[in-house]
């Protein structure tokens, strides 16, 4: 043992040995046991840098996730523009291309990852590289064949659009999502740096991602068209297949020699048409004629371009019937960056007119014989309320000199009604200026006829369709007048004939000029400009669609200068103006911005307000008009308080705001049942497939489940008696009347001999069944009626059968349907609310029924969620304009199903109480609010209160509109 420390104290130095011994012997000798070896520690790992050959591996795999995500992009953007013209662009659209590809890119990464732990990797990437360009392929095939499959009643729409998508894009989205595992564990494997070869992967995706993005929204969509995207997206996975198979030669030349040249025709059948192929023709020709004289070259290339013609629309032609596409052969077709743009031609009212179909939604009908006709009723309501604002004139009178115009030798009896000389005779004074009067006062000139023709002959040249000839009654041309050189090849009059006319179109310029040559040239150029001067006003629209009604517009108020169409789309505009007669004439007085509406509003605000500050008068409307709608919606960003206070800035102190508005207007009825029960006989044999099993008697059988909910009994042979326990819905019905018939064998000769004839014809026996079906569907669906008495104040003045009548005011939302003599069915618009229902309670306190009535569809009309939008947008300009007023298009009471409606929003108010005179439309608003001059008192008329009820206190505002969503029943209600 050592010595203790000097200090007495313990520590480590100063501790004493310690001996320790064993128990027992240890049994291993002492000269053999040995130290343990020494414990080597493991010494630090260094990261050697990847090789050449890594790093250009690293890019490989950076590459190949990159342009997979430039893919996957691509397909998501151009699936929304793909299926829009089967289902509409709606947030939901957008909703379920999202949700399904980012769905089947979740399943697709699962799938790759169980690959690369199981299988070769570059094997199994190439064949998912591979799936996603058959899948991509057949995209084409399914868009038309799932796209146009009728919508079955179990399915919602919004469901049914989901349904639609998952079945055209899944699959091409799961196997893009599939190799973003399996390039990833490539790359692991041949990198000593998991995080950053990691990294580098999702950011190259990342990349791909918005490169794809922006490639496809700015520039593919507008240029290539979907279609065109879909092969090209095709074609590049499968060349990414070809790359990255290594040592596979089978599948190589399967997939360059096999799947890509499958491809490569499908491509050019669904893509080609005769004006792209005309300029590849017209390319060859041009190529292969450089070194021929110029006549010669110029010979071969007008042929070189008619055969490419020729075969782009061979090209087209089979593209329709192997269904790769459906746009018409030799229609107007376009796809932009907004919509699927179609014009076609088709027939309305025993005319042939222009149709403008953007998506899947006829926008405008063009009738180049009258481009001014108002085809849709929400436009002719707003030509009726635009004629009774915009009256009284803007002149209530007007002076025109005759100083130069002595050689007309106008007399009082000549003239017009409330058309005077003065006293000097120097002036004409017209105390109501109108159309009429205008043209009375042109046809004093001995000129008219001649004036007449050319401007008929001017309109008719310039139409879109017109023929290269046109001629117009003209006895003679004016005295002195022949026509100039220059015209011979344009204009001709035919003296034995009396016609005058013309081969080639009439310029404006052509037109000034021929009418100028006539010695009363002056006084047609005088009365011209008091028509401008004397009928005009200034619009504003928020879509341009056909340009119908601006052109109507302009037609009604020939002096507007100030008619401004905000249109979204540049492509509808130019196929407008190629296709639907907007020539560069019209353009002069109706000016087209290009953008969105609200961005036009805010850019003309701020336009006002620097006039302001140079002590400026500021530019505003008479009339704005709302036209814009993406789907069965309005944009919302339309619809807020916000948009309509800027719109009402926009408007003078008379000025006018409409919009229409599709939507459902709900009534609740009372008992709201139906008979369900009804029975129907039948004579003749019973259709193919019917019933399963043999019919009998005393005894309902129930149909097949084609033909539910029908039970047939048999009461005699070929005669039977068949029930419906419910109203079979609108997709029963249709499977009940397509039935079919075994046919009947025909007569031996044998049997004609005899007498013998088939009883019953197959068209008979259809015609029966048809009158049977029908005969329970009228009686299923018939409605049960009120049990108790209708409160004396709440009879209508006229009750017409089987029509729903309003009562009087002011309960204008309790509607009555009389089905029998003295049968009656309840109807209440709107939104009951507990202060509503107290007061019709009220009504008569003493009527148990009645009150049980009230108070059942109180409950009930809260539960329903259609007409929501209808209330919010209405309420949102009732808390901006002083003035509202709704119409409906239905031409009696608003439809309690799908319906377009019209607001008109005033700073004053307006007599629309009936619109008969105006030529336009019959009737009034079915509902109003009005605020007198100086008043804040609003007073609301008519169905008003049910209407704002719908809003539930909500307005529509730029931090919450959600219009889709509101829209939910109109969107579930379409086909």
Partial sequence: MSSPSTSGEPGPENEPELTYRLATESPIPKGEIQPPPPVELPTPRKFAKPKPSNVMEMIGF??????????????????????????????????????????????????????????????????????????????????????????????????????????????????????????????????????????????????????????????????????????????????????????????????????????GWTMLFATCNNSAMGSVGLTVGKCLTMTKPRLEAVSAQESWLEYGRYVGEKFHEVGLLLRLRDDPLNKYHDESNYFDILVNDTVVN???????????????????????????????????????????????????????????????????EDVHLDETGQ???????????????????????????????????????????????????????????????????????????????????????????????????????????????????????????????????????????????????????????????????????????????????????ERASRSEAPVTYDFIYADAFNDFSIPWHLTTREFQQKTYELLNERGVFQANIIDIYPRTEYPGRTVDEAEADYQGRLPIGVLRDEPKRDKYIPATKRFAPLEVMELLSNRYRLRVQRPPTAHEESFLKDAFWDAIKPATEFEISKGFQPEIKIEEERSGWNRAINQLM?????????????????????????????????????????????????????????????????????????????????????????????GRYVATAASVFPNVYVFSTSYQQPSASRDTFVMVCSRQPIDLKSLDDTGDWTGGPFASLETPPGSNERILSGQMSAVLALSEGQILTDDFAPVDNLLVPVFTSQE
């Avoid at 995209?139 to 998952?166: E, H, M, N, Y």
């Avoid at 009723?377 to 915009?390: F, G, N, Q, S, W």
């Avoid at 009429?436 to 000139?445: D, Y």
């Avoid at 009604?556 to 789309?569: K, N």
Wanted: with cysteine; proline share 6%.
């Fill in 62 to 263: 950076n590459a190949l996730v990159f342009v997979t995500s430039v893919c996957v992009m691509t397909l998501e953007l151009t699936a929304s523009r793909l299926i829009g013209k089967h289902v509409g662009s709606s947030l939901y659209t957008w909703t379920s291309v999202i949700g399904v590809v980012l769905a089947g890119i979740t399943f697709g990464n699962w799938l790759g990852g169980w690959m690369a732990d199981r299988f070769d990797r570059k094997r199994a990437l190439a064949w998912m590289y591979l799936l996603g360009s058959v899948s991509c392929g057949t995209v084409l095939w399914l868009d038309q064949i799932v796209g146009t499959i009728p919508r079955p009643d179990s399915f919602s729409w919004p469901a049914w659009i989901v349904t639609v998508v998952a079945l055209i894009f899944l699959v091409p989205a799961l196997a893009l999502g599939a190799t973003s595992p399996l390039v990833a564990s490539m790359a692991i494997d041949r990198s000593t740096k998991t995080g950053s070869t990691v990294g580098n992967v999702y950011a190259w995706g990342a990349l791909g991602s918005i490169v794809g993005t922006f490639l496809t929204g700015f520039y593919l969509i507008d240029v290539w068209g979907t279609r065109s995207i879909i092969g090209l997206t095709a074609t590049t996975l499968a060349i990414l297949a070809v790359i990255v198979v290594g040592a596979g030669r089978g599948f190589r030349t399967a997939v360059l020699l096999g799947w890509l040249q499958l491809l």
């Fill in 350 to 416: 025993e005319r042939p007119v222009k149709m403008l179909k953007l998506d899947k939604l006829i926008h405008s009908y063009y009738d180049p014989g009258d481009p001014t006709s108002l085809h849709y009723e929400y436009e002719r309501i707003y030509a009726a309320v635009t004629k009774r604002a915009a009256a009284p004139p803007t002149f209530e009178s007007l002076s025109l000199p005759l100083k130069g115009l002595e050689g007309l030798n106008l007399s009082p009896a000549d003239l017009p």
């Fill in 427 to 609: 002036s004409l004074n017209i105390a109501k200026p109108t159309m009429g009067v205008f043209e009375k006062l042109l046809a004093l000139a001995p000129e008219a006829e001649y004036w007449k023709a050319i401007e008929w002959l001017h309109t008719e040249t310039n139409k879109p369709l017109w023929g290269g000839f046109s001629s117009v009654n003209l006895k003679g041309l004016p005295e002195g007048i022949i026509l100039p050189p220059e015209f011979n090849a344009i204009l001709r009059h035919d003296e034995s004939l009396e016609v005058l006319i013309a081969y080639e179109p009439i310029s404006h310029a052509a037109r000034d000029q021929l009418i100028a040559m006539t010695p009363s040239a002056r006084w047609y150029n005088e009365i011209t400009r008091l028509i401008r001067e004397s009928r005009r006003s200034s619009a504003c629209f928020y879509g341009g669609g056909g340009f119908i009604f601006p052109r109507w517009f302009l037609k009604e108020f020939p002096g507007s200068a100030h008619i401004d169409v905000a249109e979204l789309d540049p492509a509808v505009h130019y196929a407008v103006t190629q296709e639907m007669g907007l020539t560069p004439e019209l353009e002069q007085r109706i000016r087209t911005i290009i953008g969105d509406a609200r961005n036009f509003v805010d850019d003309s605000l701020r336009a006002n307000r």
């Fill in 778 to 870: 009228t009686q299923s669906r018939k409605r049960l009626p009120f049990a108790g008495k209708l409160p004396a104040q709440l009879e209508p003045a006229n009750q017409k059968q089987q029509t729903w009548t309003p009562s009087p005011a002011p309960f204008e939302f309790v509607e009555t349907l009389r089905t029998d003599a003295d049968q009656r069915v309840l109807g209440f618009r709107g939104i009951i609310t507990p202060e509503i229902a107290q007061q019709l309670i009220e009504l008569d306190p003493g009527n148990p029924p009645w009150a049980q009535a009230v108070k059942s569809v109180a409950e009930r009309s809260r539960q329903k969620i259609a007409g929501r939008f209808l």
